[in-house]
């Protein structure tokens, strides 16, 4: 068994230095030949009968010395390595480059094993080296280089040009995969009508490379039939697939038209294609990115309500224009400071009255990775004075209603307990009195429906050609006996061209506009009615020398269940519908009410309705 092991072992060895590349020589002390393997006899020209117990001319005279003393150095001290000359069997000189280390035999020397090879051969593997050193540093460069470039179109013309640096190929490209086809994305040193160019995956060399499981691969047959062709004399593709996290996202062509690419080249492509992946994958990443950030930055800049972000110290970060609008501040004025009202904490509400009156509703929530904090408010001003104004009006109108029912209900109990007591002149003040309240009783709820009416819908009305100065005349008559302390006056021309509209609703609106003229000049004064004819319509103005509108509520009291102010409530009564109505009713027509300051002061009440034509014809409108 030791036998066959140690005879194992010898052939093994036998098979080593046959193998070796190097020429393999062992000397002993005398420098005889102990081996000389198939690479030594190639190198120096003799063969291992020749040389084997032989001292062998290998060095020449000049250099035995030298020989002599590198040997003794490795005896004494382990391995040497230099530069030096030896000699062929053919009298050839060789630069060679020598590794002798001691042959040991226990704890002695025996011999010397000298290892030979061309020096030539050493400067082009250190060239080599240096060559794909160099390369590797202009990667990472390049690499760098891409990754800093965001823009898609970029970083695939930086990919496209590096290639053909990194490879030394005269062109280059970049497909990308998409489902079952291939898009050709950028090109180098190739005619750009072939970018956008599409052909299918599986009849592809990508889709050939996919198929192999490999990374890389060239290419030289059939490439006449492929778009590639555009290069003049190509001979050769070597192609790259581009991943990221395992999932193909592209590949890398690099087409050589003058010169063979080698391992290093499709090393460098291999490397390429990866890093290409990942930049692409960031630069598409980042794309998304800046498309989700238009999106947001479309939604805060349309939105209707005020949007604010805030930073960790509730200082103002951004400010949508809505922002800006509601509160009357711009975002210059605004950002770097606390917001103009108080935050409440997500998930609560808070309304709040900024200083220019405005009633705001404002929320907010927390984004837990930067911490800031995203702040929603909308006006809710309308609402707020919507809310206060139903509140007086259910106030209001239960006064409205409680004085005249108390009286009704105070003198129908003294006519049905007193009645055989009370004279006939008293009967019939009493039950005048029951008829005059019920009267009013009457004429409220008429307006609390037509109000309702109204403010579910455009009150219907039918359009027909009348005469509003007859209207005009049936509104004022018997106006000078209601009051002595008022004068009236009607100026209407003769000849006032018809209108278009609704008689009975132009009567409730004319019979309005003069309640109110008496009811808001209480120190008397005169009550003036004029029309005229003006651009196709004709206009009526109801005058009055009574406590007049500030200018901020000239517009306000058309709305449901409002008057000038507060106090006007208590001063004159009502519920705040009458102009409402009347507003509701004239535009239903085609015209339209506003109010105006009387010149020497009071109220001017102006009333827009439409003339009527030469020939017209009844017809219902909505």
């Known amino acids: 068994m030791g036998d066959y092991r140690a005879s194992s072992d010898q052939e093994t060895a036998s098979a080593v230095l046959a193998s070796s590349p190097n020429a393999v020589v062992a000397l002993d ?17 003799w063969t291992a009968e020749e040389v084997l117990g032989r001292r062998v001319p290998i060095v020449p005279g000049e250099l035995t010395a030298e020989h002599n003393a590198v040997l003794e150095r490795v005896r004494t001290g382990g391995q040497v390595s230099l530069r030096t000359k030896r000699v062929r069997s053919d009298g050839t000189v060789l630069d060679l480059r020598v590794d002798i280390s001691a042959l040991r035999q226990g704890s002695s020397v025996a011999g010397y094993v000298c290892v030979h090879h061309l020096a030539e051969a050493d400067e082009a593997a250190g060239q080599r080296m240096a060559r794909r050193a160099r390369l590797v540093r202009r990667l990472t460069d390049v690499v760098g280089d891409i990754n800093a470039e965001l823009e898609l179109p970029a970083v695939l013309d930086r990919i496209s040009a590096s290639l053909t640096e990194l490879t030394g190929a005269d062109a280059g490209g970049f497909v990308l995969i998409e489902g079952d086809l291939l898009r050709l994305v950028s090109t180098y040193q190739l005619p750009d009508s072939l970018r956008g160019t599409v052909t299918d995956l599986h009849t592809s060399l990508v889709g050939k490379l996919l198929r192999t499981g490999k990374t890389v691969m060239l290419e030289s047959q059939g490439l006449d039939e492929l778009v590639w062709a555009e290069l003049s004399g190509l001979h050769t593709i070597a192609l790259g697939l581009a ?35 990942i930049a692409v994958g960031n630069a598409m990443a980042y794309q998304d990115a800046v498309r989700q950030r238009a999106h947001e930055r479309a ?20 400010w949508n224009p809505a922002a800006a609008e509601i509160t009357a501040m711009s975002a210059d004025s605004v950002i770097g400071g606390r917001p103009p009202f108080p935050v409440p904490d997500p998930g609560e509400k808070l309304t709040f009255q900024l200083d220019t009156g405005r009633w705001l509703d ?13 702040v929603d408010f909308r006006d809710v001003s309308t609402a707020k004075a919507l ?42 003040s009493a039950v005048h009195t029951i008829a005059e309240r019920s009267r009013s009783l009457a004429q409220l709820m008429d307006h609390l429906l037509l109000g309702a009416r109204a403010g579910a819908e455009e009150p219907a009305v039918r359009v027909e050609t009348f005469d509003l100065a007859e209207r005009i005349s049936a509104a004022t008559l018997g106006l000078p006996v209601l009051s002595d302390r008022h004068r009236v006056e009607v100026r209407v021309p003769d000849g006032l061209p018809l209108v278009r509209g609704d008689a009975l609703a132009t009567d409730i609106v004319l019979g309005q506009l003069l309640e109110n003229a008496f009811k808001y000049s209480p120190e008397g ?3 003036g009615v004029q029309a005229w004819a003006e651009d196709g319509t004709v206009i009526v103005v109801v005058d009055d020398e009574g406590v007049g509108i500030a200018a901020r509520d000239r517009e306000r009291i058309f709305d449901r269940f409002v008057q000038a102010d507060s106090g006007d409530r208590r001063r004159f009564g009502g519920v705040g519908l009458g102009l409402y109505i009347v507003r509701s009713l004239a535009r239903a027509q085609g015209g339209d009410v506003s109010a ?8 001017r009440m102006r009333l827009v309705m439409g003339r009527a034509p030469t020939i017209g014809s009844d017809t219902p409108m909505r």
């Open 243 to 277: 991943a990221v996290g395992g999932r193909p996202y592209g590949a890398l062509y690099a087409l050589f038209a003058r010169r063979k690419p080698g391992h290093v080249e499709l090393e460098l492509l291999e490397l390429l294609a990866g890093h290409a992946g």
């Open 362 to 374: 404002v929320v907010s929530a927390r984004i837990e990775e930067t911490g800031e904090l995203v």
């Open 387 to 428: 809310e206060e104004a139903k509140d007086l009006f259910l106030a209001t109108t239960s006064h409205e209603l409680r004085t005249p029912i108390t009286i009704v209900r105070g003198f129908a109990s003294t006519l049905a307990s007193r009645w055989d007591k009370l004279s006939d002149d008293e009967r019939r």
């Open 29 to 45: 002390r005398d420098q005889t030949v102990l081996v000389w393997n198939l690479a030594a006899e190639r190198l120096f020209g």
């Open 525 to 527: 004064g005169l009550i």
């Open 596 to 603: 105006h300051p009387r010149p020497g002061g009071g109220t």
């Open 299 to 318: 939604i805060f800049d349309a939105s209707a309500d005020g949007i604010a972000v805030l930073d960790g110290a509730g200082r103002v970060l951004r």
